[in-house]
């Protein structure tokens, strides 16, 4: 038998990887009646509709906000003020307001600031993506086997976080709940550092000679590769990201600074010993999230 509709209306405004991919996920699994597609940008509404993607397609968030059951906010952290300020007023009461934003302090302060009484926040973080962006670059099949967290305010109703959470699973996520900053804190060493490494590395090639730097990327071994396949990732939305946590990701580049300052010690000290103890430690958690199904 098929399942009901979650929504009658979900409202995604930006539609770029993540929001293409779930206008994608909700239509493959009957989740909405009516999709809304918002992007102020023409080309990607554009493609939208050349994909049909969405049964509605508007270049303004207040208008898409308009009558949605559920809006999510898929746009770069530092539009979110504006998206707020946009739809606060727009949304009826009962409706709930959800992001798949990668820092959820900044998604209750700036969604939440103008928000009437009576509209349910649930911010969420799907961990999935790749390093392409744009309404083209999305498949259903993304969220498949990953995890989600939500991080809703007090005022958000348990119906509410459960519709959300029902959303994801049915988009074939694995969800959780947790405070926003602790959800900050772990992202920082899980993702946002990682990316600033990889970006780091790519500039540090493009600053080699000529030369040296032709044969870096013609001789890029597989590690370099993988390792740095996310610096392909969309400037401006991990720009947003360093810039929103920034006090997270500082900490953890701490404790990275002294890890790195110990292996340095032990190559310059030629401490054998120490090296295996730590890639066999290392080794070992990475197995672990091959095992966990999370690599």
């Known amino acids: 038998m098929t399942k009901r509709p979650l929504f009658d209306r979900v409202a995604i405004i930006g539609v770029g990887l993540i929001g293409s991919s779930l206008a994608r996920a909700i239509r493959l699994h009957g989740l909405a009646r009516h999709i809304v597609a918002c992007d102020a ?14 049964d509605t397609i508007v270049a303004d968030a207040g208008l898409a906000a308009t009558g949605a059951d559920l809006v999510v906010v898929c746009t770069p952290l530092s539009s979110y003020a504006a998206v707020g300020k946009a739809i606060g007023t727009r949304l009826r009461r009962g409706a709930i307001l959800s992001d798949v934003g990668s820092v959820k302090h900044t998604a209750a302060a700036e969604l939440g600031a103008h928000l009437a009484k009576g509209v349910h926040l649930v911010p969420g973080h799907p961990i999935a993506g790749t ?14 086997g990953r995890w989600c967290i939500l991080t809703p305010n007090a005022a958000a109703s348990r119906a509410a976080v459960d519709k959300v959470a029902t959303l994801w699973r049915r988009c074939g996520m694995k969800v ?6 602790h959800h ?25 000679e000529s030369h040296t730097q032709a044969e870096v990327i013609k001789f890029a071994a597989s590690g370099f590769r ?4 996310v610096a392909a990732s969309d400037p401006v939305m991990w720009r947003d990201v360093f810039l929103n946590n ?4 500082l900490e953890m580049m701490g ?22 103890t730590v890639f066999t430690r290392a080794r070992a958690i990475r197995r672990s999230i091959v095992q966990a ?3």
């Open 176 to 181: 959780e709940t947790m405070d926003a900053l």
């Open 131 to 144: 390093e392409h962006s744009g309404p083209a670059a999305g498949f259903a099949e993304l969220f498949v």
């Open 41 to 54: 940008s023409r080309p990607a509404r554009d493609k939208v509709k050349e994909l049909k993607l969405a």
């Open 226 to 229: 993988d390792f740095t396949r």
């Open 293 to 295: 199904k999370q690599a």
């Open 255 to 276: 404790r990275l600074y002294e890890d790195i300052a110990l292996l340095q010690k032990a190559i310059r000290l030629g401490d054998g010993e120490m090296l295996h």
């Open 246 to 249: 920034r006090e997270a990701v």
């Open 184 to 208: 900050d804190r772990v992202l920082a060493i899980t993702s946002h550092v990682p990316h600033l490494i990889a970006y780091t590395i790519v500039n540090t090639v493009s600053d080699l």
